[in-house]
């Protein structure tokens, strides 16, 4: 039977800050990295040799920081009382900005000398992108003095959100609850539960809204005042940077999805109609349809039975991965007080090891979100002999494989569905999957994008916030719904986190580039696995349209890749539409 608390001692002995072989590894990490820094500052420009040997140096203190961070977050997550957790702190940018500042002063010639360097050469990819990116950028003294104000400044205005809506409470017949828990409301069955506590969330946020707008508008300031100083007109720049990819790929992506809308709207239009409702909001899509089908919970050894063998009949390696999650005791799913909110999946890459955090209830949704966080997890066991340096996927190929995963399940389910009423009602739940990836992820990234070209003008209120987001929503869903979502800006967090910018595209393109991996590789490929397998590893290693290039021999700077990458949804919604005929 797999136990449904995860075990951290494999990691540091004894599993808590507690541990002597934890204090020891932090106390040993804090001292070399001062002794580095000393070193960096007294690097004379141009020493290629030294310089590599700094930056291999750097290259292991960053894995040790990850191992660290990782372990403090999962007793922080598994526990948020655990105060002594919170307290170990350490920063390696202002080492990380001014050791990459002497790439500046690495000539040409060099630079080819330095890169014709084994252990180098195995890393020129990161290398390059870091010079790359270090010359778009401030002098490296600006950079550093940017992030030094931005820690009570930029990234106060994220931590200020963040202290606001903890803690706010909602009330509904005698019933308090914070923002999370009313908002897991709000996907209820049952549509007077999801209206009250919608319309009780509405008013809480509208009684803060010119906080929020305030907010919101000194970060986007902030995020433009830093991009003027650096020369980037286009608030786009540093995302599509961060994800590694072009312009072209993102507005081909988007023009895909805007030809198979039509087809959302039919699924959008019979749910209405199945839902016998006349008024339709953004929380009724969302929401599962009622069938004949009983609701009982799934035991958490059978979803793990479930996932293993369903990942076995697509991938044994996946499979014997997940098995040995289970068996060692990666994962942290037991449903009890004190826990953290949400889910993920962090590595841990001096131990090779990796941790999954969710709250497993039972539900369909939950086995989901364990094969979504153990794709996770494999993409990091497919990198771990790579160098750490390039193991550093970004957000958008990072969703690939959870959502890769996802797939295998959900398919898996509605084929071997066994009644109607069984496969309306998975049907319904992939598809709901579909209309948040392309409609209201859309919606944000079409919110987002407007609002920071209107903040270069000045200032906007919260009714001109409202007003935005409407028009954003009203675009994304093609104006098939009777009610949205004014207050949308305020409630997402995703809006305020300043470590990534723009943080919607990046899951839609997951998605559908997921599906596209998964229908390739499948029908192209004799060895399937070896095939995804070797995609992964070089997803840290080169701009997305070169990995699509070099493993699925597909442009996905032009529409017809992601076109072909929704026929899956274009299939699962006419068997929808016939099934509820």
Known sequence: MSKLQWDLSSIFDGGSVDSSEFTSFVEQLETDIKGLQQR?????????????????????????????FAFTTCLVSANVKDQRAKQWKADLKPLRTQLQAHLLHISDKDWQKLLARPDMAKRSFPLTERRERIKKKMKPEQEQLAEALGQDGYHGWNDMYSTLVAQMRVTVDGETLSVGQANNKTGSSDRAIREKWSRALADKWEEHEDLFAETINHLAGFRLGLYEQRGWEDPLKEPLMINRMQKETLDAMWSAIEEVKPTIVDFIRRKKAWLGIESLNMHDISAPIET????????YDEAANEIETRFRNVSPAMADFARKAFDKQWIEAEDRDNKGPGGFCTSFPVSGESRIFMTYDGSPGSVQTLAHELGHAFHQHAMEELPHFTTKYAMNVAETASTFA???????????????????????????????????????????????????????????????????????????????????????????????????????????FSLGVYQRLREDQDDFEAAYISLLKDTAAMPVEKLAEKHLNADITKKDFWLEATRPIVDDIEQFLELTE
């Open 292 to 299: 004949d089908v009983g609701s009982e919970e799934i035991p």
């Open 40 to 68: 960096v500052e007294s690097l004379a420009k141009g020493d290629v040799e030294t310089f590599a040997d700094h930056f291999l140096e750097l290259e292991k203190l960053m894995a040790k920081l990850q191992e660290a």
């Open 406 to 512: 996802e797939q295998i399940i959900a398919e898996a389910a509605v084929q071997e569905a066994e009644t109607r009423e069984e496969k309306i009602k998975l049907l319904d739940t992939k598809i709901n999957r579909s209309c948040a990836f392309f409609m209201n992820i859309h919606a944000r990234f079409l919110f987002e994008k407007r609002f920071y070209e209107q903040r270069k003008q000045g200032w906007l209120s919260a009714d001109d916030l409202k007003a935005l987001m409407v028009e954003a929503q009203k675009e994304a869903y093609r104006e098939e719904l009777d009610e949205y979502d004014p207050h949308f800006w305020a409630s997402k967090l995703h809006f305020f986190i300043t470590q990534t910018p723009f943080y919607n595209f990046p899951y839609t393109f997951g998605y559908l």
